[in-house]
């Protein structure tokens, strides 16, 4: 007989390891994406986009906060859930974000490592950042770069 309660203990013990570990380099790659996005599409010297803390000082929620023309601020909240084994994106506001699910789930691969897979398919962090951000980025589609 399978003890099912072993090897969720075993997928626990990996997910609480390695899960918090693939949720810093994920942050790492969305701020690598924002300054990327800043070198190619906005004026040197400005600040489009802004990496913060969300409220309380969360380590499991990043935001990034858009300031556009005439004032105008978007926000998106990336949150990391241990628990539910996710990483969700919403704007807490309620304003619509356009994306590719609103979440991605942690998973265990073949090779027993922590990964995060879109639907059935793994992404790497480059991949994730890239589905979190693109519309959040560009809103409008392409546009001209710098």
């Excluded at 309620?94 to 639907?119: A, C, H, T, W, Y």
Aim: proline share 7%; net charge neutral; glycine share 6%.
């Amino acid at each position: 007989m399978e003890n099912w309660v072993e090897r969720r203990a075993n997928e626990d013990r990996l997910f609480f390891t390695q899960g918090p570990l693939l949720w810093d380099d994920l942050k790492d790659a969305l701020s690598f994406s924002v300054k990327e996005y800043h070198k190619h599409y906005v004026a040197p010297g400005q600040a489009e986009i802004h990496i913060e803390p969300c409220a309380g000082g969360d380590t499991n929620c990043v935001r990034m906060r858009r300031v556009g023309p005439a004032s105008q601020v978007r926000v998106l909240e990336i949150r990391f859930d241990i628990h539910k084994l996710i990483v969700a994106w919403k704007d807490p506001s309620g304003m619509p974000v356009p994306d590719k699910g609103k979440e991605l789930r942690f998973g265990i691969s073949e090779s027993g490592q922590v990964r995060l897979f879109n639907d059935a398919s793994p992404v790497d962090v480059a991949q994730a950042s890239k589905i979190i951000l693109e519309a959040f980025l560009f809103p409008n589609g392409r546009h001209q770069p710098i």
